[in-house]
């Protein structure tokens, strides 16, 4: 089949795509606005999701009884619970914009305190929203179930009143005009009797991720100290319980399981790993994402010399200082693939691991943190250029294997001055010769910025390097989400004075602290446009077990894509070369038609 330009408009014509033909020869934001609450701290960034036409942005805004309404863009968007107290109330807030930046809806709350930096979002084929987030009742307001109000009106209440407050896990769906269509809870056991006593337990499990495959399923992973039930059909519930569970007296520091659990497409329990073996002092699982038929997954452990755990059926060890793991695991059985832990040591007696993410493009994984001390996978070795100073950290990995490849360091490439750290790596799906990090520095001056990194050996491209937002008081860069076939990039920044977007006027001076949420334009390398996505060239496309098999008569790059119009794999191959992908059972688009997967 031959693939021309005007195919190829028609075919995303046909998925609602829109593919660039002029890209952008540098980074320039589109617009910028300010998620705002008038409490002194309230206000975080929680997740944030690009759509075709728009975005979600999942928050969590403060209020009180005295100071109760939230703002985006100036404008009242809700008014929160009214929290009588010494703090404020973190009300759930999920807003809609268009590609412009105008606020469409919001789904939020009026009772329940939801936890900050903790939740995700994820989109389904039929263009419809799944989010997570965690979520106890408001101080003061036992008495009241939790709430959420959908882009209608309609409140949908759970959680009943209680006796003490306790987090529970919240996972909904709403479609794209922000009318909620379920809602189903992860419930953890929130007592426990230790020599006699009744131990109230507030905070036992962990929802960090949430991702979805190309059947609809949803993953769920983070880590559990007490038993969590999951919803099941018809008022049941499935229960999983970690090993450290019994040993633990329920005061103090919470020890923790990693767990994955896999839930159907309406939200109810299927399957789910946790790790199993000798009791660590703590493991859980901090991000993941998915690629394909796999789920990459990173979290720390520490543990006692000598004890052995597994995951998903692979063993690994840990040290007394938080150890990452990294693994990858199979959608089809949950059973993992390979884990590789990296061994952490102290610099001038001084070390920390913070916010790490993991993204996958093509054959590599790639791993962002912040970061002081060093690791060593045994072969290779990174250490930060300051003791006691957070910086950005990035990793390269072979995606089949978990090898390291390659590592960077932020302070050491950049001469950074101030704490900082990498949030988000980024590669263009149809060009792999550098790849993208979003990261900031904690002043004014710098604040946040995009750099570009050569992808094999990670020297840094030094003529890329784009400061996005200054200002911002103490700003830190907090989401990034990039939409390859636009060239854009949605993204966070959060801080306490007006901030300074790149080729903008300053915003409005925040009430103590806000979320700038802003839309980038990205440069040329960073566009999957018509130039990129698909070379004019003879090739074939055949759909099989678990695969795609792609055959090139003339050298050509082409993407697969799901019914969504979401790139699924990106394949290069030179005349006459094969190529097997291997994807999730559904149907696919490649070579401009649909291709099933069985």
Known sequence: MKISTRTLSSFAAVLGMSFSLMAAETVSMEWANLFDGTTTAGDQSTAVLGVKNGAYWLNTLGSTESAPDLFYAGTKIFTGALYVGTSQNNNFALTKTDADGKALWTIYSTSGDYAANEGALAETADGSVIFLSRARHTDGMLDKPLNLVDASGKTFEFGGTVENRYYIGVIGKTDANGNIQWIRLITPDNTKTVGGETVNLSDVFTAKSLV???????????????????????????????????????????????????????????????????????????????????????????????????????????????????????????????????????????????????????????????????????????????????????????????????????????????????????????????????????????????RGYNAQDLTPVTDENWTLVKGGGMPSAICFKYLPEEGTAYLTVRGNKAFEPLGLEATAAPTGWAVMAGKLALPEGLTAGVETAATAAEYTVLGGKGCITISAAEACTTAVYDLAGRAAATVKLAAGETATLTLAPGLYIAGGKKVIVK
């Open 212 to 450: 979805l495959d190309a059947e609809g399923n949803i993953y769920v992973a983070g880590g559990f100290s007490a038993p969590l039930a999951f919803a099941k059909a018809e008022n049941a519930t499935e229960k999983i319980t970690p090993r450290n569970s019994a040993e633990w007296a329920g005061k103090g520091t919470a020890p923790a399981d990693s767990y994955i659990a896999k839930l159907d497409a309406d939200g109810y329990y299927k399957a789910s790993v946790q790790t199993e073996g000798d009791t660590f002092t703590t493991d859980a699982i901090l991000s993941m994402t998915i690629d394909g038929a796999n789920l990459y997954v990173t979290g720390t452990a520490t543990a006692e010399e000598g004890l052995k755990a597994s995951f998903g059926g692979e063993e690994f060890t840990a040290t007394t200082l938080a150890t990452p793991f990294i693994a990858s695991f199979s959608t089809a059985n949950l059973e993992a693939e390979w884990l590789k832990t990296l061994t952490p040591g102290k610099v001038e007696d001084k070390y920390g691991y913070q916010n790490p993410a993991l993204s996958a493009n093509g054959a590599t994984l790639w791993l962002t943190a912040l970061f002081n001390g060093s690791f060593t996978d045994g072969a290779k070795t990174i250490s930060s250029v300051t003791p006691s100073t957070r910086e950005g950290l990035l990793v390269k990995f072979d995606k089949a294997t978990g090898e390291w490849l390659a590592a960077a360091d932020s302070r050491a490439d950049w001469n950074d001055t101030a704490l900082g750290g990498y949030l988000a790596a980024v590669q263009n799906p149809a060009d792999d010769s550098k790849v993208y990090v979003y990261g900031y520095v904690m002043n004014a001056a710098t604040g946040a910025y995009l």
